[in-house]
T-cell receptor
Framework: GAVVSQHPSWVICKSGTSVKIECRSL??????MFWYRQFPKQSLMLMAT?????????EQGVEKDKFLINHASLTLSTLTVTSAHPEDSSFYIC??????????FGPGTRLTVL | AQTVTQSQPEMSVQEAETVTLSCTYD???????LFWYKQPPSRQMILVIR??????QNATENRFSVNFQKAAKSFSLKISDSQLGDAAMYFC???????????????FGGGTRVLVKP
């Protein structure tokens, strides 16, 4: 149980285009999902907290117009990287919370912007 | 704001031996949770062990155990009988018990890479 999926697992796009990443909780409902960014050989950096039915809460320094988050249902949150540039290339990880105590992580999405 | 520090960028251990990973944290809260996560080359984050701050007893999960020293704000992970599959990045993480204040936000340390030598 408590499986989280991400789609796509890997995406390459041209500079200036937008990319949408989906995060789904497969066997539970999640009122809260989180989006992280991870650079090579570094730790996870929290980007935003996604709450079902309300606006996402962004961490300081994260551009909310650049990284659009939508939590449309209790099993789906999406992260859209708008007008992507090479510096947005990174590994993006989502997590979902079925209970108050533990986060379950998706397998991540590798984004490469050319 | 809480901070989590892992002072060892990399640790090497011989197969079947024991390795201890250090983690310290800074918080003014009295109730919180601490976690160790493993991130293998696949990059899938896997929960290794969890400790509730109000519990004095150190958590254990098979070959993994922690040494939780609340006063010292220290939370080390011991991996016993190391196996090749233990090779990964290990992250220490903190979560407040105050849901309304911080949700379920995790604060991660910088990570320690564990190498297992056959």
């Amino acid at each position: 149980g408590a499986v989280v999926s991400q789609h796509p697992s890997w995406v390459i796009c041209k500079s200036g285009t937008s990319v949408k990443i989906e995060c789904r909780s497969l066997d539970f409902q999640a009122t809260t999902m989180f989006w992280y960014r991870q650079f090579p050989k570094q730790s996870l950096m929290l980007m935003a907290t996604s709450n079902e039915g309300s606006k996402a809460t962004y961490e300081q320094g994260v551009e909310k117009d650049k990284f659009l988050i939508n939590h449309a249902s209790l099993t789906l949150s999406t992260l859209t990287v708008t007008s992507a540039h090479p510096e947005d290339s990174s590994f993006y990880i989502c997590s979902a919370v079925p209970t108050r105590n533990e986060q379950f992580f998706g397998p991540g999405t590798r984004l490469t912007v050319l | 704001a809480q901070t989590v520090t892992q002072s060892q960028p990399e640790m090497s251990v011989q197969e079947a031996e024991t390795v201890t990973l250090s983690c310290t944290y800074d918080t003014s809260e009295s109730d919180y949770y601490l976690f160790w996560y493993k991130q293998p080359p696949s990059r899938q984050m896997i929960l290794v062990i969890r400790q509730e701050a109000y519990k004095q007893q150190n958590a254990t999960e098979n070959r993994f155990s922690v040494n939780f020293q609340k006063a010292a704000k220290s939370f080390s992970l011991k991996i016993s009988d190391s196996q090749l599959g233990d090779a990964a990045m290990y992250f220490c993480a903190y979560r407040s018990a105050l849901i309304r204040a911080a949700g379920n936000k995790l604060t991660f340390g910088g990570g320690t890479r564990v190498l297992v030598k056959p």
